[in-house]
């Protein structure tokens, strides 16, 4: 069975940059279509970036996050740049089919 375990989490000041990361096992990574999502204290779960045959970026973080991934490591990343105080949340892997989440990366930018 497919696991999805993310990593690269933290407190971060306002402008600072990460990089997260989510590890999945199982031999076929490559075919599948996998994205980001978080979700602030008190909001819903938001998308943030999706990427399979084409990659798309939500507009809140566009041109500051960007989604990429290596399938020889079977590893998914989200690279967060410029962050402000409202990107703080818990950010999860998401595999689109056959719908699988991570436990998720807490994600805290402080003024």
């Known amino acids: 069975q497919v696991q999805l375990v993310e990593s690269g989490g933290g407190l971060v000041q306002a402008g600072g940059s990460l990089k997260l990361s989510c590890a999945a096992s199982?031999?076929?990574?490559?075919?599948?279509?996998l994205g980001w999502y978080r979700q602030a204290p008190g909001k819903e779960r938001e998308f943030v970036a999706h990427?399979?045959?084409?990659?798309y970026i939500a507009d809140s973080v566009r041109g500051r996050f960007a989604i990429s991934r290596d399938n020889a490591k079977n590893t998914l990343y989200l690279r967060v740049n410029s962050l402000r105080l409202e990107d703080t949340g818990v950010y999860y892997c998401?595999?689109?089919?056959?719908?699988?989440w991570g436990q998720g990366t807490r994600v805290t930018v402080s003024a």
């Open positions: 199982g031999r076929t990574f490559s075919h599948y279509d």
């Open positions: 998401h595999r689109l089919l056959p719908p699988i």
């Open positions: 990427i399979g045959g084409t990659t």
